[in-house]
């Protein structure tokens, strides 16, 4: 039992020592000379005094870290409860949290072969034999009983490495659904917050719609008052009645939209849309006044889809490594120590013991070129996996510089929405005076009224648009999940080796 014992602390020593073969991994470097535009960034959004909270100046600091909060700094406490709710009770994140403890516990399972594996047999076994065979136990009976008791004991040392290869693989594999769940996390909250945002806009849009319903009714009861003293034409109270009903028309869509968007937000907090929920109005939304611009270099670690190829990346290099080791020779070591007995008194007892120690060793010759193909196959799918890391990186470059570029135009934009919308509205005001005193047509103030109905909407979609920028910069730049623990378990280890 101690030359066992010997055997086996010496087969578990040179296993560990052993070098693993393949190439290591080395996380890919960020681009050279990488940027989110050709010139000077900038660093502050316009300010739009006139359009509101939703026109407020807004500062871009390069490196500034993101909150795993963000969203609070909207300052909007319905969108919080919201954000608090989905996290807690969605049904898409629960279910990549049992995906990812799954992974974890099947990194357990395949570092169990760096460990010896022993399993117990207890066989009892009534005989009778033949005179002819006789005589077979120790006093010549012809009916006896056997107890037989035995270990089996097998262990492979991992010589090439090959086994620690697939620890790695499939830690790294554990790696990338972690990371999928973070971007899975970060696109439930974005998600979310959209839609929040979008059903402000369409009920601050519906109540845009019926202000300038109520106007032009009111403007239809005096042209119907006008009409009957004979100061103006039928034809005139038909149009304006004719542009209120369009008006009108559009109700039912804005309506429909604010709807839909209850309901996907409805199932984005895991509940059905007959439930009653919070609601936040566009103007109780304020734009963050500090927006963190993360340098590209830092976008490798803050981008959980980075991230996420980083690991595939990590698991087809080990991959290669397990069919090199694949074509290498193995070594199998077996033990069977065991008792066998006629009575049970007499286990544990001198002269009833008996071992088999034997060892295997393997080398694969030829079948088909099938283990050749396999590394080919490795090589390739680490290749392909290196191009779509460098591809996954250029995205997320274009994200945030497609997101600081609409920053500073939809600022613009609702500059000009702000002085439009003014603009009508004075206008309009204008032209119902002349109306009154008989100095413009009846046409006239109608396309007053139109155009100031399309400025009051576009105005209130900047508005939205403005907010919307803002969540889409901290989406891009990663979402802050450093911060939070979107996993439902326990910190992972740093190291795949701690794994099991």
Not at 31 to 51: C, E, F, K, L, N
Not at 195 to 223: G, R, Y
Request: glycine share 6%.
């Amino acid at each position: 039992m101690v030359k066992l014992k010997r055997l086996f602390s010496w087969a578990s020593a040179l296993s560990l020592s052993a070098c693993a073969i393949g190439p290591n991994y080395r996380q890919p470097e960020a681009p050279a000379h990488a940027g989110y535009q050709t010139g000077a960034s900038p660093d502050t959004v316009r300010a739009t005094p006139d359009a509101g909270a939703a026109g407020a100046g807004q500062r871009l600091v390069q490196g500034a870290d993101t909150p795993g909060d963000w969203w609070s700094l909207f300052q909007v406490p319905e969108l919080n409860a919201l954000v608090s709710r989905a996290l807690a009770n969605n049904a898409s994140l629960k279910a990549a949290q049992g995906s990812l403890k799954a992974a974890y516990e099947q990194t357990k399972v395949q570092g169990a072969p760096l460990l010896p594996s022993i399993s117990a047999m207890f066989n009892p076994t009534r005989n009778k034999t033949a005179h002819a065979f006789s005589p077979v136990p120790g006093d010549n009976s012809y009916l006896y009983n056997v107890h037989t008791l035995q270990l089996n004991i097998s262990y492979q040392p991992d010589l090439w490495g090959g086994l620690r290869r697939q620890i790695e693989s499939q830690a790294a594999q554990g790696e990338m659904q972690r990371f999928q769940l973070e971007a899975t996390t970060n696109t439930l909250i974005n998600t979310l917050i959209i839609a929040v945002i979008t059903q402000a806009s369409l009920n601050a849009q519906i109540k845009a719609t019926q202000e300038i319903i109520a106007n032009q009714q009111h403007v239809l009861d005096v042209m119907e008052a006008q009409q009957k003293l004979g100061d103006i034409s039928e034809a005139n109270v038909m149009a304006q009645r004719a542009a209120l009903t369009q008006v009108q028309a559009t109700l039912p869509p804005l309506h429909l939209q604010a709807e839909q968007a209850h309901d996907q937000i409805a199932m984005l907090v895991g509940t059905t849309p007959n439930e009653i929920l919070p609601e936040a109005t566009l103007d109780e939304f304020r734009l963050p006044p500090t927006l963190p611009v993360t340098l590209p270099s830092q976008l490798l670690e803050q981008r959980p889809d980075i991230r996420a190829a980083a690991s595939q990346i990590h698991s087809s290099s080990a991959q290669v490594g397990i069919a090199i080791a694949n074509r290498l020779p193995n070594v199998q070591l077996s033990a069977t120590p065991g008792e066998a007995v006629n009575a049970m008194s007499q286990f544990f007892t001198p002269g009833y013991g008996n071992w088999t120690i034997g060892a295997t060793l393997a080398q694969p010759i030829f079948q088909g070129f099938e283990l050749w193909h396999l590394e080919r196959e490795a090589r390739a799918n680490l290749l392909a996996a290196t191009e779509q890391y460098h591809n996954t990186v250029l995205t997320a470059i274009q994200n945030v510089a497609d997101t600081l570029h609409a920053l500073s135009d939809d600022a613009d934009a609702l500059s000009i929405s702000a002085a439009n919308e003014d603009a009508a509205t004075k206008s309009l005001k204008i032209s119902r005076g002349q109306l009154s005193s008989g100095d413009i047509s009846p046409l006239l103030l109608r396309n007053a009224q139109q155009v100031e109905l399309q400025a009051k909407l576009n105005l209130i979609a900047a508005k939205a648009t403005r907010f919307t920028d803002s969540v889409a910069l901290f989406q891009a730049v990663g979402g802050g999940w450093w911060h939070r623990n979107d996993s439902g378990v326990k910190a992972p280890p740093t190291d795949w080796r701690a794994a099991f």
